[in-house]
């Protein structure tokens, strides 16, 4: 892509999802989070950590990083059957409680 042409880029990541699976590299930088559950969801969270830091990486090799505007989304709480934790919201996924409707801005 041409640095000095503007795009828009919408990525759609569903890393931090069900099924609750992770490359092995992340769940090894987990090591310390005893619970197999939760280690699993904080793996998905280095993955997607590491993908965003990439496309990051790519644009300031491009020199493109400057002129970016970044915006992360999400749609709901975490899944408390997945490893997800909403403390101190009360419910998650699914559920009309704060955890599952507020997300983090």
């Known amino acids: ?31 310390e989070v005893q619970n197999g559950q939760r280690r699993n969801f904080t793996a998905m969270v280095t993955a997607l950590d590491a993908s965003v830091g990439g496309v990051i990486d790519a ?26 934790n909403n403390f101190p919201l009360r419910g998650g996924k699914h559920s009309i409680w704060e955890g599952g409707t507020r997300v983090t801005a």
Not at 59 to 83: H, Q, S
Request: hydrophobic residues 40%; charged residues 15%; aromatic residues 10%.
């Open 59 to 84: 644009l300031k090799r491009k020199g493109m990083w400057n002129n970016t505007i970044l915006i992360v989304a999400t749609d709901n709480g975490g899944n408390l059957g997945g490893g997800g």
């Open 1 to 31: 892509h041409d640095p000095s042409v503007p795009f828009f880029a919408y990525l759609a990541w569903d890393n931090v999802h069900d099924p609750c699976e992770a490359p092995q590299w992340a769940i090894d930088a987990n090591s």
